[in-house]
């Protein structure tokens, strides 16, 4: 069985998107096709309105995969707790094989923290919900002649500091040094937060079984050494208790060769920001990953020129393992 993930950047039709979906698809479509996954968790799918129906679709999503062997998989969205598809970044999984059950988790685990910002203007009388931007997507799977899997989709908030009210004077020109700093704290925050209710949430599956296969697939904005990563993954050396190493999971792509091992080139940086982490009993079924970064052009070169790009500047990442019938 093979995994992957891939973030879409923004997958949208005009006039939103100012690059035509049909120019995206010929640089995107070769690159889903190349992954050959069996489960694909994909990021930032973007919903659009049709005429005459008030509820979004994922109109764009559906013109990419025509023609490829995703357009007939089991879908699982992200549906914002009932409130329906988002106009940006849904998360959505797909299975050639049967999708058992989904949820969406999103504060169900972990509350909103409550802040009351120092930079703020007019100055805030008390403090507010910092509330996370996305939902994790969680789908339980059913290979044939195989043991269950459970693949959790996620998406974590970006290391870009969040809007302070009245510190901004453009989009990405901040009014004062200390407004920055209170915005990229509060976007620490959801982000830690939203891995926190990651771990909350697998502790709870390896609850109800310490030995399920599970695998966390998606954009963690995060690379191996960061809080968000050290969060979700729980290794022995942070708990101090080998009681708890069974609920430890495994960061694939370390076994990617560094020079081979990023997802983002961000002004020359190479960046390993999406990831494939496995339980320990998924592990042990692991047998390969690949990074299709071959491609991948500079994000920050691209937004300086104000190019919007046809392909996504971030690299598909797929695991093989051992699981269920050929």
């Given at each position: 069985m093979r995994i992957a993930t891939f973030n879409l950047e923004s997958l949208d039709l005009p006039p939103k998107a100012r690059v035509p979906l049909e120019v995206r698809a010929e640089m995107i479509r070769p690159a889903l096709e190349r992954l050959q996954a069996d489960v694909l968790c994909l990021q930032?799918?973007?919903?659009?309105?049709?005429?005459?129906?008030?509820?979004?679709?994922?109109?764009?999503?559906?013109?990419?995969?025509?023609?490829?062997?995703?357009?007939?998989?089991?879908?699982?969205?992200?549906?914002?707790?009932?409130?329906?598809?988002?106009?940006?970044?849904?998360?959505?999984?797909?299975?050639?094989?049967?999708?058992?059950?989904?949820?969406?988790?999103?504060h169900d685990l972990v509350a909103p923290p409550s802040y009351r910002s120092k930079t703020a203007i007019p100055a805030e009388a008390e403090a507010r919900s910092v509330c996370f931007d996305r939902p994790i997507l969680v789908t339980h799977i059913e290979p044939p002649?195989?043991?269950?899997?459970?693949?959790?989709?996620?998406?974590?908030?970006?290391?870009?500091?969040?809007?302070?009210?009245?510190?901004?004077?453009?989009?990405?020109?901040?009014?004062?040094?200390?407004?920055?700093?209170?915005?990229?704290?509060?976007?620490?925050?959801?982000?830690?937060?939203?891995?926190?209710?990651?771990?909350?949430?697998?502790?709870?599956?390896?609850?109800?079984?310490?030995?399920?296969?599970?695998?966390?697939?998606?954009?963690?904005?995060?690379?191996?050494?960061?809080?968000?990563?050290?969060?979700?993954?729980?290794?022995?050396?942070?708990?101090?208790?080998?009681?708890?190493?069974?609920?430890?999971?495994?960061?694939?792509?370390r076994s990617v060769p560094l020079d081979r091992r990023w997802s983002v080139l961000h002004h020359g940086r190479r960046q390993m920001l999406d990831h494939i982490l496995a339980s320990q009993a998924l592990n042990g079924r692991f047998r390969s990953v690949e990074i299709h970064n071959e491609g991948l052009s500079d994000e920050l070169i691209g937004y300086a020129r104000h190019i919007s790009a046809s392909a996504s500047s971030h690299a598909a990442v797929v695991a093989e393992f051992a699981v269920g019938a050929a």
């Amino acid at each position: 069985m093979r995994i992957a993930t891939f973030n879409l950047e923004s997958l949208d039709l005009p006039p939103k998107a100012r690059v035509p979906l049909e120019v995206r698809a010929e640089m995107i479509r070769p690159a889903l096709e190349r992954l050959q996954a069996d489960v694909l968790c994909l990021q930032e799918v973007n919903g659009q309105h049709t005429a005459g129906q008030r509820a979004r679709r994922l109109l764009a999503l559906d013109r990419l995969l025509v023609g490829t062997p995703y357009a007939n998989y089991a879908r699982a969205t992200t549906t914002g707790a009932g409130r329906g598809i988002a106009d940006v970044h849904n998360l959505v999984t797909l299975s050639r094989f049967p999708i058992r059950t989904h949820r969406e988790v999103r504060h169900d685990l972990v509350a909103p923290p409550s802040y009351r910002s120092k930079t703020a203007i007019p100055a805030e009388a008390e403090a507010r919900s910092v509330c996370f931007d996305r939902p994790i997507l969680v789908t339980h799977i059913e290979p044939p002649g195989g043991d269950p899997l459970t693949v959790i989709n996620v998406h974590l908030r970006a290391p870009l500091a969040a809007a302070v009210p009245g510190q901004k004077i453009e989009p990405f020109v901040w009014k004062t040094v200390g407004g920055w700093a209170e915005g990229y704290f509060l976007s620490a925050m959801r982000r830690a937060g939203q891995a926190v209710e990651l771990r909350f949430l697998l502790e709870e599956l390896f609850d109800n079984n310490g030995s399920a296969l599970i695998a966390v697939a998606g954009d963690f904005n995060a690379e191996d050494h960061e809080v968000p990563i050290t969060l979700a993954v729980g290794a022995e050396e942070n708990t101090g208790n080998p009681l708890l190493a069974k609920r430890s999971l495994v960061v694939l792509d370390r076994s990617v060769p560094l020079d081979r091992r990023w997802s983002v080139l961000h002004h020359g940086r190479r960046q390993m920001l999406d990831h494939i982490l496995a339980s320990q009993a998924l592990n042990g079924r692991f047998r390969s990953v690949e990074i299709h970064n071959e491609g991948l052009s500079d994000e920050l070169i691209g937004y300086a020129r104000h190019i919007s790009a046809s392909a996504s500047s971030h690299a598909a990442v797929v695991a093989e393992f051992a699981v269920g019938a050929a």
